[in-house]
């Protein structure tokens, strides 16, 4: 069955680095895209950041463009999102989630249980 | 960005119930909008695609309706397992959003 695990959560400092990554399988990684969704807590879901199958199509949320970079690794069926210069309402639970189709981004079919993210001095 | 807003933020229902809710797209969305279920300490479900397909394995007492800026989620005879917060999101325009969410509670 169709699973995604997300990792690499943790407790970071202001302005500090960390670089999430989703394992996948149960299904053809290569023929999806693939999102980052976060809530944070108690919140409602924010979208940050959609990869199409092939890597060509990326695209971001104002509130991390330049601040984050979403990337996949074929061999390894895993999304990665890297976070640089993190603040302190970053914190929040990260999801990855499936797109039905390829290039649309349009949905999120599956989702991982999500990592967090805590940003505190 | 397209603004997603629903309401009511919460509803009180009874097992048996009908249950209705709405998200407004601040812009003409077409037919680009969903829905999820969301259960304390869970992750979100796809419940309904394209304003009115039904995700596959979604109980049918699950609808969605509407097109352009106005849409509807209705739940006919609300079952235990249903009382949790719905979220709609626009797939019309990035970035992707969602409204606050809708939660339904035991009256």
């Known amino acids: 069955q169709v699973q995604l695990v997300e990792s690499g959560g943790g407790v970071v400092q202001p302005g500090g680095s960390l670089r999430l990554s989703c394992a996948t399988s149960g299904f053809l990684f290569t023929v999806y895209g693939m999102h980052w969704v976060r809530q944070a807590p108690g919140k409602e879901l924010e979208w940050l950041a959609f990869i199409s199958h092939d890597g060509t199509k990326r695209f971001y949320a104002d509130s991390v463009k330049g601040r984050v970079t979403i990337s996949r690794d074929m061999s390894k069926n895993t999304l990665f999102l890297q976070m640089n210069s993190l603040k302190a309402e970053d914190t929040a639970l990260f999801y990855c989630?499936?797109?039905?189709?390829?290039?649309?981004?349009?949905?999120?079919?599956?989702w991982g249980q999500g990592t967090l993210v805590t940003v505190s001095s | 960005d397209i603004q997603m807003t629903q309401s009511p933020s919460i509803v009180s229902a009874s097992v048996g119930d009908r249950v209705t809710m709405t998200c407004r797209a601040s812009?003409?969305?077409?037919?680009?909008l969903a829905w999820y279920q969301q259960k304390p300490g869970t992750a979100p479900k796809l419940l309904i695609y394209?304003?009115?397909n039904l995700q596959n394995g979604v109980p049918s007492r699950f609808s969605g309706s509407g097109s352009g800026t106005d849409f509807t989620l209705t739940i006919t005879n609300l079952q235990p397992e249903d009382f949790a917060t719905y979220f709609c999101?626009?797939?019309?325009?990035?970035?992707?959003?969602f409204g606050q969410g809708t939660k339904v509670e035991i009256k």
């Open positions: 394209s304003a009115s």
């Open positions: 989630a499936r797109d039905p189709s390829a290039a649309g981004g349009h949905y999120f079919d599956y």
């Open positions: 812009q003409d969305i077409s037919s680009w």
């Open positions: 999101q626009q797939a019309s325009g990035f970035p992707r959003t």
